[in-house]
């Protein structure tokens, strides 16, 4: 499938700025809740790793901490496309306020249970209420920049940027979450998640402006604002993103994906306790995701003409090289190192993948398409946090990381198979017209 960049000018400006990134930024309103988002966004780094660190230290057990942390995942990763969808009808703000408040509940709630020793399956449940209640930021601002943006060149530049600063919220987020909960309190971490991330959360939205508009549903006559659809277009308009042609494809790579991020947490944790440095594990995370936010910088600042599903297999086969060096760890500096060779494939791969998305789904449906791949790598990492935990129970920290070789090893097999018929789908637009 060939999904092209378009190369028209910037038809606000007439020329695009030199620095692209300066450019998106001053679009009104999109500094503001692009910094929103950032902060909304930083439980997604700190509620995994926290609540592996506060469970294994309070009960002593990788395996339940891995339990409990996939229990939180895997029910953000069932709920969150059904919110996403409400969404897209409904609006950002009168969907996700009365969510933000149950989010803190849940996890404020689990931060309580654990102290008081409370059994597993109580955990379960408020880790359930904290992950459902949870919804995609990353979704929304998106959804937002493809509101304010209607140029591809910049929308690029735009989903660029984010994975950036995605990457910015994984290179500060585990430093901080293992720094409070291993010098100062085992919870620290979830403590600063629910009350950083659930005020940043507000932040965002409040900011009504640049909220996309509800989007009801699709008439049922095949009418739309300023023309006539035919029948079949309407009825692809009301399925699913996720059975929108390529989009199970794309998330089945995902999870893929999703099991080497989620198995590299734990096992990174648990290779540093054993090197006598458990406080490094978040510095050395931190090192993954430098790597990647440097490569999506740099990658955001070009424009490229090659096929997207192209340029998306390639990162997925340089993820698959980068875990295969997990092979050469047996030191927490050469770890370190390691995971930040291995993060220059990261960025590119996930703002291919959300091209992609934005391709093959209809433009009602993005943010449930874009949530469905966040999903999707969702479950992949509470997959990879329990295999490797039960991994690490039962041999050491270098089970663990052979979950994330093998998560990474099957996420290039699974894009390289699905290549041929990504680069025979046609793009959503051309789907309907057809």
Same mark, same amino acid.
Request: net charge positive; glycine share 10%.
């Given at each position: 499938?060939?999904?092209?960049?378009?190369?028209s000018?910037d038809?606000a400006?007439?020329?695009?700025n030199?620095?692209?990134?300066?450019?998106?930024?001053?679009?009104?309103?999109?500094?503001?809740?692009?910094?929103?988002?950032?902060?909304a966004?930083?439980?997604?780094?700190?509620v995994?790793?926290?609540?592996?660190?506060?469970?294994q230290?309070?009960?002593?057990?990788?395996?339940?901490?891995?339990?409990?942390?996939a229990?939180?995942?895997?029910?953000?990763?069932i709920?969150?496309?059904?919110?996403?969808?409400?969404?897209?009808?409904?609006?950002?703000?009168?969907?996700?306020?009365?969510?933000?408040?149950?989010?803190?509940?849940g996890?404020?709630?689990?931060v309580?249970?654990?102290?008081?020793?409370?059994?597993?399956?109580?955990?379960?449940?408020?880790?359930?209420?904290?992950?459902?209640?949870?919804?995609?930021?990353?979704?929304?601002?998106?959804?937002?920049?493809?509101?304010?943006l209607?140029?591809?060149?910049?929308?690029?530049?735009?989903?660029?940027?984010e994975?950036?600063?995605?990457?910015?919220?994984?290179?500060?987020?585990?430093?901080?979450?293992?720094?409070?909960?291993?010098?100062?309190?085992?919870?620290g971490?979830?403590?600063v998640?629910?009350?950083v991330?659930?005020?940043?959360?507000a932040?965002?939205?409040?900011?009504?402006?640049?909220?996309?508009p509800a989007?009801?549903?699709v008439?049922?006559?095949?009418? @739309?604002?300023?023309?006539?659809? @035919?029948?079949?277009?309407?009825?692809?308009?009301?399925?699913?993103?996720i059975?929108?042609?390529?989009m199970?494809?794309?998330?089945?790579?995902?999870?893929?994906?999703?099991?080497?991020?989620?198995?590299?947490?734990?096992?990174?944790?648990?290779?540093?306790?054993?090197?006598?440095?458990?406080?490094?594990?978040?510095?050395?995370?931190?090192?993954f995701?430098?790597g990647?936010?440097?490569?999506?910088l740099?990658?955001?600042?070009?424009?490229?003409?090659s096929?997207?599903?192209?340029?998306?297999?390639?990162?997925?086969?340089?993820i698959?090289?980068?875990?295969s060096?997990?092979?050469?760890?047996? @030191?927490?500096?050469?770890?370190?190192?390691?995971?930040?060779?291995?993060?220059?494939?990261?960025?590119?791969?996930?703002?291919?993948?959300?091209?992609?998305?934005?391709?093959?789904?209809?433009?009602?449906?993005?943010t449930?398409?874009?949530?469905?791949?966040?999903?999707?790598?969702?479950?992949?990492?509470?997959?990879?946090?329990?295999?490797?935990?039960?991994a690490?129970?039962?041999?050491?920290?270098?089970?663990g990381?052979?979950?994330?070789?093998?998560g990474?090893?099957?996420?290039?097999?699974?894009?390289?198979?699905?290549?041929?018929?990504?680069?025979?789908?046609?793009?959503?637009?051309?789907?309907?017209a057809?």
């Open positions: 499938m060939t999904v092209p960049v378009p190369e000018p038809t400006s007439g020329t695009p030199r620095n692209p990134y300066l450019d998106v930024l001053r679009v009104p309103g999109a500094a503001r809740f692009s910094a929103a988002g950032v902060v966004r930083l439980p997604m780094s700190m995994g790793i926290s609540t592996v660190l506060m469970v230290s309070l009960y002593g057990s990788y395996a339940m901490a891995g339990r409990v942390s229990v939180l995942v895997v029910a953000q990763a709920v969150s496309p059904q919110i996403a969808r409400v969404v897209d009808r409904v609006g950002q703000a009168r969907v996700m306020t009365p969510l933000l408040v149950a989010t803190t509940v996890l404020l709630g689990l309580l249970a654990a102290v008081l020793g409370a059994p597993e399956w109580v955990l379960w449940v408020l880790a359930a209420v904290g992950g459902a209640s949870q919804g995609s930021y990353g979704s929304l601002v998106r959804a937002r920049w493809s509101n304010v209607d140029d591809g060149k910049r929308l690029h530049t735009a989903y660029s940027l994975a950036a600063l995605d990457e910015l919220v994984f290179i500060v987020g585990p430093v901080v979450a293992t720094t409070l909960a291993t010098t100062v309190l085992p919870s971490g979830l403590l998640a629910a009350v991330g659930g005020g940043g959360a932040w965002f939205l409040s900011q009504r402006r640049t909220e996309p989007r009801a549903s008439p049922a006559d095949g009418e @739309h604002v300023g023309t006539v659809a @035919h029948p079949a277009a309407v009825a692809l308009d009301h399925r699913s993103a059975r929108m042609p390529g199970p494809v794309l998330a089945v790579v995902f999870v893929a994906m999703g099991v080497m991020f989620g198995s590299s947490d734990v096992a990174t944790v648990a290779f540093a306790e054993e090197q006598g440095v458990k406080g490094l594990a978040g510095v050395v995370l931190a090192c995701a430098l990647s936010m440097i490569s999506g740099g990658y955001g600042a070009r424009h490229w003409m096929p997207l599903s192209t340029r998306f297999t390639i990162g997925a086969c340089a698959a090289v980068g875990v060096m997990f092979f050469l760890v047996h @030191h927490i500096a050469v770890l370190a190192v390691v995971m930040f060779l291995t993060g220059f494939a990261i960025a590119p791969t996930l703002v291919n993948g959300n091209a992609l998305v934005q391709a093959l789904v209809a433009p009602h449906q993005l449930e398409g874009l949530t469905w791949v966040g999903t999707s790598l969702g479950v992949g990492v509470s997959l990879g946090s329990w295999l490797a935990g039960v690490i129970d039962a041999v050491d920290s270098h089970a990381f052979l979950v994330t070789m093998s990474g090893w099957l996420c290039a097999i699974l894009a390289l198979v699905a290549l041929p018929g990504m680069r025979r789908r046609r793009p959503y637009a051309q789907t309907a057809a």
